[in-house]
């Protein structure tokens, strides 16, 4: 089936360095991607996307591309900061039913100062 | 706007209680409606989805139940909690002329005691 694997945590960084979060994904057909974050005690926030291969979402200071060839989707950012602290799920949708997604474990990041 | 609520925001419930958790969206109609919950240090598991009133899919089996009575309200429900049920629940949502990505309430902190 459809799934999505990201690399566990925590990672934990320094304020400025450079975050990379790999994600890679199976899937039948051809999904749209998505990271969310969550921050303590919060629901999920949508942090960016990308619908087809090639594409690279953006927000906030973080990139995404679409990698068909390599099937992976990883999440970067240049110069972190202590509020990027939060947990980061990866996810995939083939759109067969609107808004139906499957995440990856998630990934904690602690960025310390 | 299109707004999403959910509540209550925690609750502690004592085995073999029953359960109801409502999640109410504003802005839009006829929206796909999602129940998730994240287990302790886990991922995010689809539980329910709804595409219309009355219509409810599940995606394991498992102690709890979910309704949509009306359009816009998606209810978790069970008749008698386990330990195992603890976690947080996320409900989520999609409306027809939105991308394929979900938008999430605040969640509710359940802890069965």
């Known amino acids: 089936g459809d799934s999505v694997t990201q690399m566990e945590g925590p990672v934990t960084l320094s304020e400025e360095a450079f975050l990379t979060i790999n994600c890679t994904y199976t899937?039948?057909?051809?999904?749209?991607l998505f990271w969310y974050v969550q921050y303590p005690g919060e629901g999920l926030q949508l942090l960016l996307k990308a619908t087809k291969a090639d594409d690279k979402g953006s927000n906030k200071g973080f990139e995404a591309t679409y990698r068909k060839e390599t099937t992976s989707f990883h999440l970067e950012k240049g110069s972190v900061q202590v509020s990027d602290s939060a947990v980061y799920f990866c996810a995939l949708t083939l759109r067969v039913v609107r808004g139906k997604l499957q995440f990856g474990a998630g990934t904690q990041v602690v960025v310390t100062p | 706007s299109q707004t999403i609520h959910q509540w209550p925001a925690t609750l502690v419930q004592p085995v073999g209680s029953p359960l109801s958790l409502e999640c109410t969206v504003e802005?839009?109609?006829?929206?796909?409606l999602y129940w998730y919950r994240q287990a302790a240090g886990r991922g995010l598991q689809l539980l329910f989805y709804s595409v219309g009133i009355g219509q409810i899919s599940s995606e394991v089996p498992q102690n709890l139940s979910a309704s949509r009575p009306q359009d816009r309200q998606f209810i978790l429900s069970s008749k008698k909690l386990l330990l195992s049920d603890s976690g947080f629940y996320l409900c989520?949502?999609?409306?027809?002329?939105?991308?394929?990505?979900?938008?999430f309430g605040q969640g509710t902190r359940l802890t069965v005691v």
């Open positions: 899937a039948t057909g051809y999904p749209s």
């Open positions: 989520a949502w999609n409306w027809e002329g939105r991308g394929p990505e979900a938008f």
């Open positions: 802005g839009t109609s006829n929206p796909n």
